[in-house]
């Protein structure tokens, strides 16, 4: 029987790229057929938080431990080994039917069975001035990791093109596995917070890439150019810190309008998505966009950016909005909060363009993708 390894690291924690891997694993682990199963390699090297968090994840899992691996192997010593074409340390003996799926950076350099890797954006090289970072080098890194991959997952067609255009990598090795939105609880949910005006919600990090300085203004044009009576809500890690927003705010006069969560549990987010009247969704690039996903499946209208993978998501022009061009963005906004039918109508669209995303779907093209390319 021909195995799929998964590198399963991140479905450990929390937000990220996990939101991908965990239930695409969840799925593929269901779909184990006669011709191939699926294993799963949980690197938890010297850590002791990996180690309970794998605990943790263990006790609400009851799948059985033969499709688990574990290595206490260092990741530098796993990196070593891999970059030398050897496994065998981590996986065991494997055959050339064999499939690896690389969910991290960690990719490896192996010709005794097939590696594929996992890309879920490049937005560095796509909005490069919100990223310290050394992009020549980090771009060498991803060729070379593109270079021993047999086969590249993406998570959009716009990574897609991405990926072909900037790693110079074969369209035809590229796989497009979407998120899906199976799982959710979209019917009872407690009521965590009480608040007494309406406001449109952004779930995501607080960040300059995210452009939520950008949203703020436009926020505060709504207010105040156009005399809307709404708040907002942002969730999410703050990376910019408490007096960045607060100094922000003041100056544009909307700090009694604006309401910073911060980082919320699953539950208080999906409970802030639920009631609000609109999301907002103005990020300067993105490789997919699950909130925006999250809300369409329930029904609230989006508002979003016309950059990187999010168009694809909903696919209606009446939604996007140039993030350059904040004085139309905000007139924008404001006719459709205005606009009970448009809000409808937008409703609608979202609730059925939302139903053709399925993890069974994703996890199924991949099986069979691979099958084909085996």
Same mark, same amino acid.
């Given at each position: 029987?021909?195995?799929?390894?998964?590198?399963?690291?991140?479905?450990?924690?929390?937000?990220?790229?996990?939101?991908?891997?965990?239930p695409?694993?969840n799925?593929l682990?269901?779909?184990?057929?006669?011709?191939?199963?699926?294993?799963?390699?949980?690197?938890?090297?010297?850590?002791?938080?990996?180690?309970?968090?794998?605990?943790?994840?263990?006790?609400?899992?009851s799948?059985n431990?033969?499709?688990?691996?574990?290595?206490?192997?260092?990741?530098?010593?796993?990196?070593?080994?891999?970059?030398?074409?050897s496994?065998?340390?981590?996986?065991?003996?494997?055959?050339?039917?064999?499939?690896?799926l690389?969910?991290?950076?960690?990719?490896?350099s192996?010709?005794?069975?097939?590696?594929? #890797?996992?890309?879920?954006?490049?937005?560095?090289?796509?909005?490069?001035?919100?990223?310290?970072?050394?992009?020549?080098?980090?771009?060498?890194?991803?060729?070379?990791r593109?270079?021993v991959?047999?086969?590249?997952?993406?998570?959009?067609?716009?990574?897609?093109?991405?990926?072909?255009?900037?790693?110079?990598?074969?369209?035809?090795?590229?796989?497009?596995?979407?998120?899906g939105?199976?799982?959710?609880?979209?019917?009872?949910?407690?009521?965590?917070l009480t608040h007494?005006?309406?406001y449109?919600y952004?779930?995501g990090?607080?960040?300059?890439?995210?452009?939520?300085?950008?949203?703020?203004?436009?926020?505060?044009r709504?207010?105040?150019e156009?005399g809307l009576?709404?708040?907002?809500?942002?969730?999410?890690?703050?990376?910019?810190?408490?007096?960045?927003w607060?100094?922000?705010?003041?100056k544009?006069k909307?700090?009694?309008?604006?309401r910073i969560?911060? #980082?919320v549990?699953?539950?208080?987010?999906?409970y802030?998505l639920?009631q609000a009247?609109m999301?907002?969704?103005?990020? #300067?690039?993105?490789g997919f966009g699950?909130?925006?996903?999250?809300?369409?499946?329930?029904?609230?209208?989006?508002?979003?950016?016309?950059?990187?993978?999010?168009?694809?998501i909903?696919?209606?022009?009446?939604q996007?909005?140039?993030?350059?061009?904040?004085?139309?963005?905000?007139?924008k906004?404001?006719?459709?909060?205005?606009?009970?039918?448009?809000?409808?109508?937008?409703?609608?669209?979202g609730?059925?363009?939302?139903a053709?995303?399925?993890w069974?779907?994703?996890s199924?093209?991949?099986?069979?993708?691979?099958?084909?390319?085996?």
């Amino acid at each position: 029987m021909a195995k799929l390894y998964v590198d399963a690291l991140p479905v450990l924690f929390e937000g990220g790229i996990s939101n991908y891997v965990r239930p695409l694993v969840n799925c593929l682990r269901k779909k184990n057929t006669e011709k191939r199963s699926v294993k799963l390699l949980f690197r938890l090297g010297f850590h002791r938080s990996r180690r309970e968090l794998y605990n943790t994840w263990r006790s609400d899992h009851s799948f059985n431990e033969d499709g688990e691996i574990k290595t206490y192997i260092p990741d530098r010593v796993v990196e070593y080994l891999w970059n030398r074409g050897s496994m065998a340390s981590t996986i065991g003996e494997c055959k050339k039917e064999d499939i690896f799926l690389a969910t991290t950076e960690l990719v490896p350099s192996n010709r005794t069975l097939k590696v594929g #890797w996992v890309v879920y954006d490049l937005t560095p090289f796509r909005a490069p001035q919100f990223f310290r970072i050394d992009h020549r080098r980090y771009l060498a890194s991803m060729i070379k990791r593109a270079s021993v991959s047999d086969f590249i997952v993406a998570i959009s067609e716009n990574t897609k093109r991405d990926i072909v255009d900037l790693l110079k990598y074969p369209e035809d090795r590229i796989c497009v596995v979407y998120p899906g939105i199976e799982g959710m609880n979209i019917s009872k949910l407690p009521p965590v917070l009480t608040h007494n005006r309406p406001y449109v919600y952004y779930a995501g990090s607080l960040s300059l890439n995210k452009n939520v300085d950008g949203m703020l203004r436009i926020f505060s044009r709504v207010i105040h150019e156009h005399g809307l009576d709404i708040d907002i809500i942002l969730s999410g890690k703050d990376f910019c810190g408490k007096s960045f927003w607060d100094e922000l705010t003041r100056k544009l006069k909307i700090s009694d309008r604006v309401r910073i969560k911060g #980082w919320v549990s699953d539950e208080e987010r999906q409970y802030l998505l639920s009631q609000a009247k609109m999301v907002w969704q103005f990020s #300067w690039y993105e490789g997919f966009g699950l909130a925006v996903l999250e809300a369409a499946v329930r029904g609230i209208p989006v508002l979003y950016a016309n950059r990187g993978a999010v168009p694809e998501i909903l696919k209606n022009p009446e939604q996007e909005i140039d993030p350059t061009d904040e004085r139309n963005a905000a007139m924008k906004a404001a006719e459709a909060l205005s606009s009970s039918s448009k809000l409808n109508r937008w409703s609608e669209l979202g609730r059925e363009r939302a139903a053709e995303f399925s993890w069974d779907k994703s996890s199924s093209k991949l099986l069979k993708w691979l099958e084909r390319t085996s």
